[in-house]
Structures are given as structure tokens and as C-alpha cells.
């Protein structure tokens, strides 16, 4: 027991992965629920409205794994910005139950598997991205999951800076799927 203690405490430490920061926008699809007085003055739900609207936003990033290899995994935290949904052009007879006049705040989190599919991992590499996630902090209670897939390309330079840039495609789920469409790009420091 002794012994494999020693071990364990001499051996060399391994460093792998890293942190980053990113940025990202694309678009997304809203349910636009509006309501019009009846003849008896009560509120009557029209036919809903699907829209697509943008989302914009940025944050951190930790990446698990080793630089020069073809498979890594990667943890996002960032705020995301939806854009206000948009009113019809009869809005004025309506009242209407979700944001037309502000952005909604969200805090997501993401977790994803990146695949090197041709180029080297220390240069230039074109990707395969797999990401599940969730709009877990929300000020009006609309919490959501994300799953999206798509490619993009990692750029190592200066030993250990990495660039990376991709384009997903996916779904929100909220109560039903919404498609979305998001574009991502940052910087890596990678530790290996």
C-alpha cells in the first residue's frame, strides 16, 4: 500500500485541455401567443405565431484533452441574448404574453465532443461537433434543452493558442422543438 502511494505521489503530473473564451449568434424559432378581447370582454387566444429570431451572446470555455489529439471534449458557460419576438402587423387590437420590447437574458451550459475529421490536430484540422445543453438560468422561468451538430475548423498556433470557429444546427425544447442555427468562434489556451 505504501509502495503504490509513493508511486502515485512521484509520478509526473499531466497537464491536458484548457480554457478559452467565445462568442456566438445565429437564430432560433419563438412561439409568439397573443390574445384578443371577445364579445364578453374575456381574453381569447388567437392562433399562435412561429417566428425565427436571433440570439446573440459569449462567454468561457474548458476543453478536455490533449492538443495533438483527433477526439476532445469541451464545457461552455456563457450568457446568450434572445432578441424580443415581433409584433403582427394588427398588433395594436392584441395583447400579447411574451417579450416584443427587450432582450431575454439566458445563462447556458453546454457540453460537446469535438471529432477531427482531416488535418493535423497541432495546425490545421476540420471538425465534427456534437453539443447537448441547456438554458438553465432564465428570469422568466422558460428554462430549455439544446441539442445540436455541426462542423467547423481548429487553427493551433504560437505552440498553444488554438483559434477555433464552427456552425451548428439543432433544436431548442421547450414544451415542443424549435429549430436553431448558431455560429461560434474563439480562442483556446491549451495547456499540454
Not at 37 to 66: H, K, R, Y
Not at 156 to 185: M, S
Amino acid at each position: 500500500m505504501l509502495s503504490a502511494l509513493t508511486i502515485l505521489l512521484s509520478a509526473p503530473t499531466a497537464f491536458a485541455g484548457g480554457f478559452g473564451v467565445l462568442g456566438t449568434g445565429g437564430v432560433h424559432g419563438d412561439r409568439v401567443y397573443y390574445y384578443a378581447e371577445n364579445t364578453v370582454g374575456e381574453a381569447e387566444q388567437q392562433t399562435p405565431l412561429d417566428q425565427i429570431n436571433p440570439n446573440f451572446g459569449g462567454g468561457l470555455e474548458l476543453v478536455l484533452g490533449d492538443k495533438d489529439y483527433k477526439i476532445n471534449g469541451f464545457f461552455r458557460m456563457y450568457y446568450l441574448a434572445d432578441w424580443p419576438v415581433t409584433e403582427p402587423e394588427d398588433a395594436a387590437s392584441y395583447t400579447f404574453n411574451l417579450r416584443t420590447g427587450s432582450v431575454r437574458d439566458l445563462g447556458m451550459a453546454e457540453a460537446g465532443l469535438q471529432f477531427g475529421v482531416w488535418g493535423d490536430p497541432e495546425a490545421f484540422q476540420l471538425c465534427a461537433i456534437a453539443i447537448i445543453g441547456s438554458g438553465l438560468l432564465t428570469v422568466d422561468q422558460t428554462e430549455f434543452l439544446t441539442a445540436e451538430a455541426g462542423f467547423g475548423f481548429t487553427y493551433t498556433f504560437l505552440r498553444n493558442v488554438q483559434a477555433h470557429a464552427e456552425i451548428d444546427g439543432g433544436i431548442r425544447y421547450r414544451k415542443r422543438l424549435y429549430p436553431t442555427v448558431n455560429g461560434t468562434a474563439g480562442v483556446r489556451y491549451l495547456f499540454d
